[in-house]
Structure formats: C-alpha cells, structure tokens
C-alpha cells in the first residue's frame, strides 16, 4: 500500500521531477534518507518513473492513438511485442471493442507508415484503429490520484 507520505512524494515530483530529496524531506519534515528509499521503492515497485515530459505537437511530430483488436494471440503476447519498438511509448491491455491501447509519437508521416506497418506484422494484430491527435490539452500525469481518486492503489505484486 502507498501511504501519505509517498503520495505526497509523487505530488511534489510531479510539480517538478528536478525538485531535491532534501527539500522534500524538509516540506514532510522527514529525513532526506526516508525520501530517498522511499523514492527508490516506488521506482523499484515501478510506481514511479520521473521523467521529462513534452508536448510532441509543439515539436511538430505526430501524436498517435491505435486501438487494436487480437485474434489468435493472447493480448498480452502482442503488447509485449509493442513494447520493443522505440516510437511506442505507451502499452495497455484494456476492456471494450479492443484489446490493446498504444500512445506512439512519430517525426512525421514517413515514420507514421513504418511504425503502422511494423504494428500489422505483429501476430494477433486483427484489427487497429488510428487516431492522429490534433491538439493536446492534458497529459497523462499521477496528479489524477489526488483526492479520493487512486487512494486505494496498492503497489503491484
């Protein structure tokens, strides 16, 4: 189970993912150490990655959703294949219509078209919607878990 003090960790790293364990400890009034392990457990638990993010349209790259459908495969041999490719940055097994859920960012079409075709020569790829983001306004970010929401998140076995 996360307690306060990690959500609080993750709230203050998610403002900024350059902000110093000592100054953390000082805000939670802990030691520096405790902010330290307690940050490697949710990295080694991987409950938390810091890492820059951007926004890859004002970069004018090209942001990709798919959904896929899988057929004769298991969902989740075809993520795993999904997630040795370097444009791919997001993989989930979800529920509903499809199967699989990708984030992909692209330089520009040429590259759009090579990551499409590598995704078709996947086994178990039946079926793929594409949808090609115009515009971002939100980010996925931890800050969701504020609140009542992710309270009872529990760290994986």
Known sequence: ???????????MLC?????TFTSIAAELEVSEATVRGRVAKLQE???L???ALCNPL???HQSLRLML???DHTPRSVAVALTSMPLVNHVALCTGSRDVYVEATCRDLTQVRALLDDVRRIPGVATMDLYVLTELFKDYSWLGLRGGVGQGSTAPA
Request: aromatic share 4%; glycine share 8%.
């Open 69 to 71: 459908a899988v057929r």
């Open 15 to 19: 403002r900024d993912g350059r902000r």
């Open 49 to 51: 990655h810091i890492v």
């Open 1 to 11: 189970m996360f307690d306060e003090t990690d959500r609080a960790i993750i709230a």
């Open 58 to 60: 004002t970069l004018g």
């Open 45 to 47: 638990q991987e409950a």
